[in-house]
Each structure stands twice: as structure tokens, then as C-alpha cells.
């Protein structure tokens, strides 16, 4: 049986090792996004603390993909990307699905007011990729 040590040390490795999860931003933005990908992987490994490894597979298999899409999602969108209204739409969607994948009933989504103020294109203004995945990272109470 994997020890919990090994999940949560597999888990960062699967976020740390795919670059191209981060291209599409500047140096600071990166690290930003990339700190809160690897804090929550070992959140999602801490999930499976107790479980045998079939289990904790189940679990961490479609939680760490969630992470990675969600950091592709959020790189993009900091960078600019999902500039009209229904793409922003398909984004909110987008990231509400994988917050539930990856904190299954620990996870709460945040109201449709404050994604809406998020994403509207007025709350971008003045502000770089990094303040945005700020943002995005105190809006969902995620940090890293």
C-alpha cells in the first residue's frame, strides 16, 4: 500500500512536471498559478489518507486531471483568453465542475455574483495576469 507521503510527493510531481500548463503567462503569474496547482494536488492526495490504493487511485486519478485543466483554464484566462460573454460563461462552468471533482463535498462553489464580478471584463482592467489568479484564488478560499 502507497503511504500518504508518496501520494501527496506524486501528485505535485504530476503538476510540476507539465510546463505547458503555465506557457501562456509571464515569470510571476506562473509561479503564482503554479504554487496554488501543487497546494491543492496535496490537497487532493490528502483525500485519500486511510484508503488502499484502489481507492485512493479513484480519487486522485480525476482530482489531479482536474487541477491541471483548471490551471490551463485559469492560465488562459488570465492571459486574456474567454474574452466574450459566452465564453466566459463556458468558463465559469468549466471551473465550477472541477472544483467539485477535486474537493468533492469539502468544496464550495463560489456564488454566481461573485464569479460573475470575476470574470466581467470591467474586474480585469488594471489589473495583470497575477493579480487575477490572485483573485481567482481568493474567490474559491484556495490558496498556495
Known sequence: MTDLITR??????????????LDMLDADAAVELLN??????ERVAMRTDGMDDSAAEAV?????KAVRQSMRSIGNWAAGKYSDP?????????????IIVIFGSDGTLPSEADWN????????????????????????????
Open 117 to 144: 464580478a470575476l470574470l466581467h471584463p470591467a474586474a480585469e482592467a488594471g489589473n495583470n495576469p497575477q493579480m487575477l489568479i490572485s483573485k481567482f484564488k481568493e474567490l474559491t478560499a484556495i490558496t498556495g
Open 60 to 64: 486522485l486519478a480525476p482530482g489531479v
Open 8 to 21: 501527496i510527493q506524486n501528485a505535485k510531481k504530476e503538476i510540476t512536471g507539465n510546463e505547458a500548463l
Open 36 to 41: 496554488w496547482g501543487v497546494a491543492v494536488a
Open 86 to 98: 459566452e465564453a466566459r460563461g463556458q468558463l465559469r462552468e468549466k471551473l465550477s465542475e472541477q
